[in-house]
């Protein structure tokens, strides 16, 4: 066992606040660091001490793994919780705390690399008995991709190999559109990632995006804590998330988190991690594993009762996980919405300062975010000021409380998107569970019309 005594938290906003909350709660002391911008955040308030990295650019402060690895060395940190986004997913940063003898709470940096790279993580999950979307066996080339996608079969979709928040991905519902998608893709590819290789897969027409939740203590012990629906995006971005997904039934629940735990013993995967899988037709298909703590997380936590954060933090130490399989006890249902400072219309950013900030309260309600009255969003962060997070017994009274909440919500000053969830709560659909993931995208096409 490796004792952790002080962990340096690099990440700011809502999930830095999250993790300090469960360090404190394991009697751990707490380091923040921030940037210039964020000299006023509540992360930083709340910590036991906190340390300047760098001016507002993310490359220059979040970003910087020297000025991180510094920070833990200046206040004597024994572990680095990423949180994620930044540098949770990053296997060379992992490698660099190792090497300087600090803890990373997280996956080995080999499991990093294995799931970062798409083609590399569908053939693991292949050889660890997860199922996958048809697609090609590896790199697609301007030259291969015809003969490739009429063994998949149109219409096909076209993803960067080193992809994530949905860029470098291209549909191409006839042979006439290939070309083109394969030649968009790899130039969309190369410009946000630096690297222009993709794989192609068959595309599904009215997919559920639903991911599973696993945790291993990296020695062969691992379990799953359900699923959680995310299929109500915007540009592959999530928007409401829910547990368990209103399409699946208790059996095909465990059968697919057996499917994701005993391929995490295989691997022999250490920490918290989400299997993500698109679901058509009672089948599933496997899209990738982040190999982090997610943002939608709290709504798995809501219906288990189990503090992912604590389980982190424990496997880390070589504690291993406080719960069996049998244990793991699923109860009621939960609803997570993503609030961003952004106008419900366009989405347009809308940083600026609070003046009023109300959040609301009650049974099956948490809140999870950094901002006050009076506290001003910088422009350079993403947009999500908070996450709103309600359980209930069932989905019917989870629905109900929600609408509750809701209204009892406040921020004033800044544009944000509660009034979508305001609509959403009360749309049919949405009430009978009965959505896929273009829904979103179509309802707000049809009512801006
Ligand atoms: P990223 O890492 O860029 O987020 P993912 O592979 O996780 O990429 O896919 C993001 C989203 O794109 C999914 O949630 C889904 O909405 C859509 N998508 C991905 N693969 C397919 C597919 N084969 N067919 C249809 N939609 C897909």
């Known amino acids: 066992m490796t004792a952790i005594s002080k962990i340096l938290i690099a990440n700011r906003g809502e999930i830095a606040l999250r993790v300090l909350r469960a360090c404190k709660e394991l009697g751990i002391a707490t380091v923040a660091v921030h940037s210039t911008a964020d000299a006023n955040a509540m992360h930083v308030r709340l910590a036991d001490e906190?340390?300047?990295?760098?001016?507002?650019?993310?490359?220059?402060?979040?970003?910087?793994?020297?000025?991180?690895?510094?920070?833990?060395?200046?206040?004597?940190?024994?572990?680095?919780?990423?949180?994620?986004?930044?540098?949770?997913?990053?296997?060379?940063?992992?490698?660099?705390?190792?090497?300087?003898?600090?803890?990373?709470?997280?996956?080995?940096?080999?499991?990093?690399?294995?799931?970062?790279?798409?083609?590399?993580?569908?053939?693991?999950?292949?050889?660890l008995g997860i199922p996958v979307v048809p697609g090609s066996d590896g790199e697609v080339l301007p030259e291969n991709a015809l003969e490739i996608a009429r063994q998949i079969g149109f219409p096909v979709l076209i993803k960067a190999t080193a992809g994530g928040g949905g860029r470098g991905m291209k549909v191409a519902k006839t042979e006439d559109e290939l070309e083109e998608a394969v030649s968009t893709a790899r130039s969309e590819a190369l410009a946000a990632f630096g690297n222009d290789a993709v794989y192609m897969e068959k595309y599904?027409?009215?997919?559920?995006?639903?991911?599973?939740?696993?945790?291993?203590?990296?020695?062969?012990?691992?379990?799953?804590?359900?699923?959680?629906?995310?299929?109500?995006?915007?540009?592959?971005?999530?928007?409401?998330?829910?547990?368990?997904?209103?399409?699946?039934?208790?059996?095909?629940?465990?059968?697919?988190?057996?499917?994701?735990?005993?391929?995490?013993?295989?691997?022999?995967?250490?920490?918290?991690?989400?299997?993500?899988?698109?679901?058509?037709?009672?089948?599933?298909?496997?899209?990738?594993?982040?190999?982090?703590?997610?943002?939608?997380?709290?709504?798995?936590?809501?219906?288990?009762?189990?503090?992912?954060?604590?389980?982190?933090?424990?496997?880390?130490?070589?504690?291993?996980?406080?719960?069996?399989?049998?244990?793991?006890?699923?109860?009621?249902?939960?609803?997570?919405?993503?609030?961003?400072?952004?106008?419900?219309?366009?989405?347009?950013?809308?940083?600026?300062?609070?003046?009023?900030?109300?959040?609301?309260?009650?049974?099956?309600?948490?809140v999870d975010s950094g901002v006050y009255a009076g506290y001003k969003i910088p422009p350079y962060y993403d947009s999500l000021i908070g996450k709103l997070i309600v359980h209930g017994r069932t989905r019917v009274e989870c629905m109900m409380r929600l609408r509750r909440v809701l209204d009892e919500f406040v921020v004033d000053g800044i544009k944000t998107t509660l009034p979508l969830?305001?609509?959403?709560?009360?749309n049919q659909d949405i009430a009978n569970g009965d959505y896929d993931i273009h829904w979103l995208e179509n309802y707000l096409a049809e009512t801006s019309a």
Request: glycine content about 10%.
């Open 50 to 127: 906190s340390v300047c990295i760098g001016p507002p650019p993310s490359r220059d402060s979040y970003l910087n793994i020297h000025q991180i690895v510094a920070a833990c060395e200046i206040t004597g940190a024994d572990a680095v919780h990423p949180g994620y986004g930044f540098l949770s997913e990053n296997a060379k940063f992992a490698d660099i705390l190792d090497a300087h003898g600090i803890t990373f709470i997280g996956p080995t940096a080999e499991h990093i690399r294995l799931m970062g790279d798409k083609i590399t993580a569908k053939k693991t999950a292949v050889e």
């Open 204 to 366: 599904l027409g009215k997919p559920r995006h639903i991911e599973v939740q696993v945790v291993g203590d990296g020695a062969g012990n691992a379990i799953h804590l359900g699923e959680r629906d995310c299929s109500l995006q915007r540009r592959h971005q999530k928007v409401w998330e829910e547990a368990n997904s209103p399409a699946l039934n208790v059996e095909q629940r465990m059968n697919i988190g057996q499917i994701c735990a005993d391929a995490m013993k295989k691997m022999k995967y250490r920490g918290a991690g989400t299997i993500e899988f698109l679901y058509e037709n009672g089948e599933f298909f496997f899209i990738e594993m982040n190999t982090r703590l997610q943002v939608e997380h709290p709504i798995t936590e809501a219906i288990t009762g189990i503090d992912l954060v604590h389980e982190q933090i424990r496997v880390a130490s070589g504690a291993g996980l406080s719960v069996t399989q049998d244990q793991v006890v699923f109860s009621g249902h939960a609803i997570e919405c993503r609030i961003n400072a952004e106008d419900p219309r366009t989405f347009v950013p809308s940083p600026g300062t609070i003046t009023h900030f109300h959040a609301p309260g009650g049974l099956g309600v948490r």
């Open 421 to 426: 969830f305001q609509d959403l709560v009360s």
